[in-house]
């Protein structure tokens, strides 16, 4: 399984962006692509999941009505639209694959190397 999140960049607030996270060897018995974020001196946070049999989404508070997050299955491609960017918004982010039903990150896993977001004032 590999996953491989791209599409970061440096963008002022207010601007969008989408990330795109390719997938790859994807097990039958897997639930669910997430983003998370890092940023400095943070812990990693979860950001959002897509489920991939059914297509349904779940979002971190901070992000609800902001981010949009959608799956191509045919493309075996995963987006993050990012509208309405705020400079809290700056950090790497990361997509990665769950088997089970959860928001936790530490239940994810084959994470990708991440795209660096960097949002200015």
């Known amino acids: 399984v590999q996953l491989q999140a791209s599409g970061g960049g440096l963008v002022q607030a207010g601007d969008s962006l989408r990330l795109s996270c390719a997938t790859s060897?994807?097990?039958?018995?897997?639930?669910?692509v997430g983003w998370f974020r890092q940023a400095p001196g943070k812990e990693r946070e979860f950001v959002g999941r897509?489920?991939?049999?059914?297509?349904?989404?779940s979002y971190a508070d901070s992000v609800k009505g902001r981010f949009t997050i959608s799956g191509d299955n045919s493309k075996n491609l995963v987006f993050l639209q990012m509208d309405s960017l705020r400079p809290e918004d700056t950090a790497v982010y990361y997509c990665?694959?769950?088997?089970?039903?959860?928001?936790?990150?530490?239940?994810?896993?084959?994470w990708g190397q991440g795209t660096q977001v960097t949002v200015s004032s």
């Open positions: 990665a694959t769950s088997d089970f039903n959860t928001v936790r990150t530490s239940m994810y896993s084959n």
């Open positions: 060897g994807l097990r039958l018995r897997t639930f669910a």
């Open positions: 897509f489920t991939l049999s059914a297509g349904l989404t």
